[in-house]
């Protein structure tokens, strides 16, 4: 009795809940502006000065499409993540600016640190080539979900392999998050 109560199959309660889940869950990040970056390059100060902002809070929808019941009793479908922005839950606008540091710039550079005189002189010319800068003014809706840098795209295009993305935005994966999931039942 139990087993047939428990059974993923259209019309039974544990099935129907999973189809379409209650929209419960909610997504919540905070970002860091950096508030002394001109006088931390300047020397001024040794550290960095940062001022919290947040939480910034998504629903995150749950969708199960594309759902398959296989002969051998499993269960493919298609599970997509969509966040979706909750401005009643927020103190700011995603327009807002910040300045952050420029992780394409820093990881690169972090990577390369012991690399040949070769390799870091020609990464310091492809940063100063296309006026990279260590830290980057962005709104909070690029900085969460479209951070780029063009330095990162010529990177991409030279060493596809080293460099697996052209968009580093803190919430860019969850966007992207569409995946194929086996279930045995």
Do not use: C, Q
Not at 24 to 47: I, M, P, Q, S
Not at 61 to 90: E, Q, W
Request: glycine fraction near 4%; avoid cysteine; proline fraction near 6%.
């Amino acid at each position: 009795m139990l087993k047939e109560k428990l059974n993923m199959r259209p019309g039974f309660p544990p099935y129907e809940w999973w189809a379409d889940p209650p929209d419960e869950v909610k997504l919540r990040v905070y970002v860091f502006n950096v508030t002394n970056h001109e006088r931390f390059l300047a020397g001024l100060d040794e550290k960095i000065n940062v001022k919290e902002i947040g939480p910034i809070v998504y629903l995150e929808k749950l969708l199960h499409s594309n759902i398959h019941f296989n002969d051998n009793s499993t269960m493919t479908y298609l599970a997509k993540r969509y966040p979706i922005f909750l401005p009643h839950l927020n103190d700011f606008n995603l327009n807002d600016t910040l300045i952050v540091a420029n992780m394409a710039v820093l990881g690169m550079a972090s990577y390369l640190h012991d690399a040949n005189y070769i390799v870091r002189t020609g990464f310091r010319l492809l940063v100063d080539s296309h006026g990279s800068k260590l830290f980057m003014k962005k709104t909070i809706y690029e900085y969460l979900w479209e951070l780029t840098d063009p330095v990162l795209d010529t990177s991409k295009n030279i060493v596809p392999g080293i460099v697996p993305v052209n968009n580093m935005g803190v919430l860019a994966r969850v966007r992207l998050s569409a995946f194929f999931f086996f279930f045995n039942l």
